[in-house]
């Protein structure tokens, strides 16, 4: 019997707006306030730092996923440095893990914006919110990923509309470099930058999800290199743009103690438009959940392909093409962990995790490229420097986590 593969459906414009919508979404809006708090008016540097930290990271990722472009991706990559198959499948059930539980964690801060609106009760909100989301994944990832790419289009248009609406704030800037000394009369907030920077990195985290889609996209070899790239340059752009007339606009403190800084930025241009803010507040929350769910189930499905999940996890539906089994359990965790865990300490875990994996990747990477694995055919490759600075950079960071 022919073996049903995914579906090769999407283009190098699809994913780098699929990629964008991974990262530009809750963690900005949810988070913005609070980096500021912690950087006051250097939180466009926070911004920026962990904007670097993601810019060398991708290139580790980019070259890893041109080598081997496959579902479960950061399995395959450890595989291949290692060689050790019980490492490669603790990888890939870290990083669903880190998927379901950033999943769970979304929808509920959705729901607790929704609320904010109306009054649903919060289990039956999310029940019928994740049901919804497993639903549109199962369908078909075309559908997945112009449901992504229908809301990043709004979650961007929104943080645009505030560089628009404000942004006449954003000729203070020539005065706040001349009067540094007023901005930051007791002393430069190196401290508040790198705590600022350690949290701003979870609103880039989401790039690395694109390698899980490697198995559906034309022309993979380079089409995933170059959309990786690019949806973390633009979101760095994006995002120092935004954090700055924001913190020109509102005193910095004000944005910390703010549950929607993005509303706040807006309150005087009336009630139509700051409730237009909390529900693509919401939408930015349902955006990043749904993204999650997908990637989740296509790790899985890699996982289950490798023969390191049951193999029921690797059937893709005839109809659909989708792995409906992976997607059926990932979206099962997802509810799980929303209706009955706390939620908080597992995503700070997370983003710890993260870290942790990404300095993994790049340890791997060194360790291809230093051995001379041969490079497949039309493969992308960079210099060797570049996963030795990603990895000093995760370390660095980690380690602040950990003493500072």
């Given at each position: 019997?022919?073996?049903?593969?995914?579906?090769?459906a999407?283009s190098l414009p699809?994913l780098f707006?699929?990629?964008?919508?991974t990262?530009?979404?809750g963690?900005f809006?949810?988070?913005?306030?609070?980096?500021a708090?912690?950087?006051?008016m250097?939180a466009?540097?926070?911004?920026?730092l962990?904007?670097?930290?993601?810019?060398?990271?991708?290139?580790?990722f980019?070259?890893?996923?041109?080598?081997?472009?496959?579902?479960?991706?950061?399995a395959?990559?450890?595989?291949?440095?290692?060689?050790?198959?019980w490492f490669?499948?603790?990888i890939?059930?870290?990083?669903?893990?880190?998927?379901?539980?950033?999943?769970?964690t979304?929808?509920?801060?959705?729901?607790t914006?929704?609320q904010?609106?109306?009054?649903?009760?919060?289990?039956l909100?999310?029940?019928?919110?994740?049901?919804l989301?497993?639903?549109?994944?199962?369908w078909?990832v075309g559908?997945?990923?112009?449901?992504?790419i229908v809301?990043?289009?709004?979650?961007v248009?929104?943080?645009?509309y505030?560089?628009?609406?404000k942004?006449?704030?954003?000729?203070?800037?020539?005065?706040l470099?001349v009067?540094?000394?007023?901005h930051?009369?007791?002393?430069?907030?190196?401290?508040?930058?790198?705590?600022g920077?350690?949290l701003?990195f979870?609103?880039?985290v989401g790039?690395?999800?694109?390698?899980?889609?490697?198995?559906?996209?034309?022309?993979?070899?380079?089409?995933?290199?170059?959309?990786m790239?690019?949806?973390?340059?633009?979101?760095?752009?994006?995002?120092?743009l935004?954090?700055?007339?924001m913190?020109?606009?509102?005193a910095?403190?004000?944005l910390?103690?703010?549950?929607a800084?993005l509303a706040?930025?807006?309150?005087?241009?009336g009630l139509?438009?700051?409730?237009?803010?909390?529900?693509?507040s919401?939408?930015?929350?349902?955006?990043?959940?749904?993204v999650?769910i997908v990637?989740?189930s296509?790790?899985l499905?890699?996982?289950?392909?490798?023969?390191?999940?049951?193999?029921?996890?690797?059937k893709?539906?005839p109809?659909t093409?989708?792995?409906i089994?992976?997607?059926?359990l990932?979206?099962?965790?997802?509810?799980?962990?929303?209706?009955?865990?706390?939620?908080?300490?597992?995503a700070?875990?997370?983003?710890?995790?993260?870290l942790?994996?990404f300095?993994?990747?790049?340890?791997?990477?060194?360790?291809i490229k230093?051995?001379g694995?041969d490079v497949?055919t039309n493969?992308k490759?960079?210099?060797?420097?570049?996963?030795y600075?990603?990895?000093i950079?995760?370390?660095?960071?980690l380690?602040f986590?950990?003493f500072?």
């Amino acid at each position: 019997m022919r073996e049903i593969k995914l579906k090769r459906a999407i283009s190098l414009p699809v994913l780098f707006l699929y990629g964008l919508g991974t990262m530009v979404g809750g963690g900005f809006y949810a988070l913005s306030g609070k980096v500021a708090g912690m950087a006051g008016m250097a939180a466009p540097l926070a911004f920026l730092l962990a904007g670097l930290l993601a810019f060398l990271n991708v290139f580790t990722f980019a070259e890893l996923s041109s080598r081997y472009p496959v579902s479960a991706g950061e399995a395959k990559y450890v595989h291949e440095a290692f060689k050790r198959p019980w490492f490669s499948g603790l990888i890939g059930w870290l990083v669903i893990f880190t998927g379901v539980v950033s999943a769970a964690t979304l929808s509920v801060a959705t729901i607790t914006f929704l609320q904010d609106l109306l009054t649903v009760p919060q289990s039956l909100g999310l029940i019928v919110l994740i049901v919804l989301m497993g639903l549109i994944s199962a369908w078909g990832v075309g559908e997945s990923v112009k449901a992504v790419i229908v809301i990043t289009v709004l979650e961007v248009g929104a943080l645009f509309y505030i560089l628009f609406s404000k942004g006449e704030n954003l000729s203070q800037i020539p005065d706040l470099l001349v009067d540094l000394e007023t901005h930051f009369s007791n002393g430069f907030p190196l401290f508040g930058i790198a705590s600022g920077a350690f949290l701003a990195f979870y609103a880039f985290v989401g790039f690395e999800d694109m390698v899980n889609m490697a198995e559906e996209v034309k022309k993979v070899k380079t089409s995933l290199p170059k959309a990786m790239i690019w949806a973390v340059v633009g979101t760095t752009l994006l995002y120092v743009l935004v954090i700055t007339t924001m913190v020109l606009t509102v005193a910095p403190a004000e944005l910390a103690t703010a549950n929607a800084p993005l509303a706040r930025i807006i309150e005087s241009d009336g009630l139509m438009v700051t409730n237009f803010f909390i529900i693509i507040s919401m939408l930015t929350g349902i955006n990043g959940a749904l993204v999650q769910i997908v990637m989740s189930s296509r790790v899985l499905y890699g996982l289950g392909k490798e023969k390191k999940a049951p193999k029921r996890f690797a059937k893709v539906h005839p109809r659909t093409k989708t792995p409906i089994q992976a997607t059926v359990l990932a979206t099962a965790i997802v509810l799980a962990l929303a209706l009955f865990f706390p939620l908080v300490g597992l995503a700070e875990a997370t983003s710890f995790i993260i870290l942790t994996v990404f300095s993994i990747l790049n340890i791997a990477l060194i360790t291809i490229k230093t051995r001379g694995d041969d490079v497949p055919t039309n493969s992308k490759t960079y210099p060797i420097w570049l996963p030795y600075l990603a990895l000093i950079g995760c370390l660095g960071i980690l380690t602040f986590r950990i003493f500072g």
